[in-house]
């Protein structure tokens, strides 16, 4: 990243860098999908994400996203979703729960997440998958 910005400053180069999360295909399943919230994306949404930026305003020398599932929990205080996760999840996902106390989902795993804002307004790319509760029970393709 660093030769890239290095580029543009000194040869006027356009550089833009896409940092994708953890790249998954769509074969995967609920409960796998609750990376979704954190740092995973599907790899159809990555190679969109690189069709926006080849396709993106000529003004723009040099930028950086984040390529990543459009997590809500980028729109929910830190603080208060670490001293709550089941609480939060709740809140964005009724019905969560049931899985996180049967133990199927475990909210201790997510301890950072991303958000896409930039992308979105820069871009205009926005990712189709994201995480969803799957509609008639655990094993559900989400």
Known sequence: ?????????????????????????????????????????????????????????????????????????SRIDPLNFFADRRGCLEALYPGIGAWIDDGTLDPRTITEWYTIEHARQVLGWQPRRNFRLPEGGVGDVV
């Open 1 to 73: 990243e660093q030769i890239c910005r290095f580029a543009s400053a000194r040869h006027g180069l356009s550089t833009i860098i896409l940092r994708p999360g953890f790249i998954c295909d769509e074969s995967v399943e609920f409960p796998a999908t609750l990376r979704l919230l954190s740092c995973m994306v599907e790899v159809r949404d990555v190679a969109r994400a690189h069709l926006a930026a080849l396709e993106c305003d000529a003004r723009i020398r040099q930028d950086t996203f984040i390529i990543t599932a459009d997590s809500p929990l």
